[in-house]
């Protein structure tokens, strides 16, 4: 079982709710959950539509996960099935991402209930474990910091919140993969200056940082940009500042650029995008499922960047342009 955080918002998301579910033992209240059901070929489209429409996260589990998910009582799903939850406060916006996601993947069973509050970041703490990512970096919870057993790698600290980045997410830790491999070759350094666009926790944006490296985070979502900040401060790293936006105000050249968000906004913003590289800039974006990848990669290569190298984990990828443009 699976606990995951969206992506940064994007065009087609429905507005963020108020709040999501954030109930605790001493103030009970009830809050609304949605169930998703889904059959084995859909799975992965609905995980995908979900990190683009739930910036707050859900949990995920699968047939074969013998864990229930934290404060719910339901069974395991049954046929191979992929059963995905998700809590809020706005039942309106649990409908509004049940519509979207059905309209998408007909054969989704959807639930909507009203049921009692859980402490869900008590239910995080449960669950959160260390995630090493590449050669360089440890994903940690603050109440984990100390913990030994991670000599060698970067301590980047995430508090779980309302925002998506905390290394569980197989895109997350993609890019973290990414960067370390470019400081290992080289690729990108401690002068350097990067982008992190649709910031979500901070994470990419925190681990530059801890490199030396200095430079600009974006994201649409207000819940992502408080996020952020306050895990930069976590971090006590310098040299970040974390924005509420988005190209419109990111000012290249950029010696690397992270975009770690959906399919569609990347094909959209591809000539905007490639416009911040500097000449010999990487590029470095995720949140592609592996049956997406080449038509991002295309829309890319339009903008005159060569192949990308495409790194994969699971049903997702990561694609990383490590020589900047090509002159025509």
Not at 27 to 55: C, K, M, Q, W, Y
Not at 74 to 80: K, N
Request: overall charge negative; aromatic content about 6%; proline content about 7%.
């Amino acid at each position: 079982m699976e606990h995951r955080s969206g992506l940064a918002s994007s065009p087609s998301s429905p507005p963020s709710p108020a709040t999501p579910a954030t109930g605790s033992a001493s103030t009970p209240r009830s809050t609304h959950r949605l169930e998703l059901s889904a059959p084995p070929g859909d799975a992965d489209l609905v995980s995908g539509l979900l990190a683009g429409l739930v910036s707050f996260g859900w949990e995920e589990q699968g047939a074969d996960d013998v864990e229930p998910i934290p404060g719910d009582a339901g069974a395991s799903p049954p046929d191979g099935r992929t059963r995905f939850v998700v809590h809020c406060d706005d039942p309106a916006f649990l409908q509004g991402v049940a519509d979207r996601v059905r309209s998408l993947a007909p054969n989704v069973e959807a639930a909507l209930d009203e049921v009692p509050a859980t402490d869900w970041l008590a239910a995080w703490k449960v669950f959160f474990e260390p995630v090493s990512c590449g050669g360089r970096f440890v994903v940690l919870p603050p109440w984990r910091a100390d913990e030994e057993g991670f000599e060698g790698r970067t301590r980047v600290l995430v508090e779980p919140g309302g925002a998506f980045g905390t290394g569980h997410h197989a895109t997350t830790a993609l890019v973290l993969a990414a960067i370390s491999d470019l400081l290992d070759a080289g690729g990108i350094t401690p002068q350097d200056r990067f982008l992190d666009l649709g910031t979500g926790s901070g994470i990419l944006a925190i681990a530059c940082c801890t490199q030396g490296l200095q430079g600009l985070a974006l994201d649409v979502d207000p819940v992502a940009v408080d996020n952020a900040r306050a895990n930069a401060a976590l971090n006590g790293v310098t040299g970040l500042r974390v924005e509420s936006g988005s190209l419109e105000l990111a000012q290249g050249p950029y010696d690397l650029v992270l975009a770690n968000i959906l399919a569609g906004p990347l094909i959209a913003m591809a000539a905007d995008i490639v416009a911040l590289l500097a000449a010999d800039g990487r590029l470095v974006l995720s949140g592609i499922l592996s049956r997406q990848a080449g038509e991002v990669e295309a829309a890319y290569g339009r903008q005159g960047l060569g192949p990308a190298r495409i790194v994969t984990e699971g049903e997702w990828v990561a694609l990383v342009w490590e020589g900047g443009r090509h002159v025509h």
